[in-house]
């Protein structure tokens, strides 16, 4: 049992919980898995309607989601990871205009050193983070070395990235975080001098 984060668990429940948090890094970062990312409620929707003790941060500043997002921004091809966020009320979608809405502007960034995952991971709020944070650092590694470790292509195709990412991007491959890497797709980016020099 849990009772000061409102959760009561058997111990059998409790081992399967600490099971499934240790897989969360996998089946986020996989790279034939999807992930389809809130990052806003819908319009009308009021953030009072929440229950008591709900971490209401944004999206973005809350520590799972942007630990969630990070896993999926490792070595997933560009359209396996899509910010529903993005999409346009009224508008009508197939798969191609739902990936093109739901990748650009934003919509991923590049992936993140461990280190540089760590450092921002201060700036985000959890509900029980003295407890989540130093799980979510391990867990962003593990995935990180897991993925990059044995890819051999890395699709970033059509995501927006400018010259910043490129850079970002340029940081983790300098690592030798991808011994096996054969192929890197970036085109349909606006990657311009700067980028390529990184």
Known sequence: PDPPNGVM?????????????????????????????????????????????????????????????????????????LDLGKMRAGKEYDYYSLTDDCTQDGGRRPPLLPSAFAAELETKSFTNGKDDKPLVKRLYEAAFEEQFGKATKLNYFALGWGDAEAAQLAEVLASGAAPRLEKLWLHHNQIGDEGCKA
Do not use: M
């Not at 389809?36 to 009308?44: A, E, K």
């Open 9 to 81: 668990r058997t111990e059998e429940q409790n081992a399967l919980f600490k099971q499934g948090l240790g897989c969360l890094g996998t089946l986020y970062s996989h790279p034939k898995t999807w992930v389809l990312r809130l990052t806003s409620f819908p319009d009308g929707h009021k953030a009072e309607d929440q229950a008591e003790g709900t971490n209401v941060a944004k999206y973005f500043d809350r520590g799972w989601c942007f630990t969630e997002a990070s896993w999926a921004s490792l070595t997933k091809a560009y359209d396996l990871s």
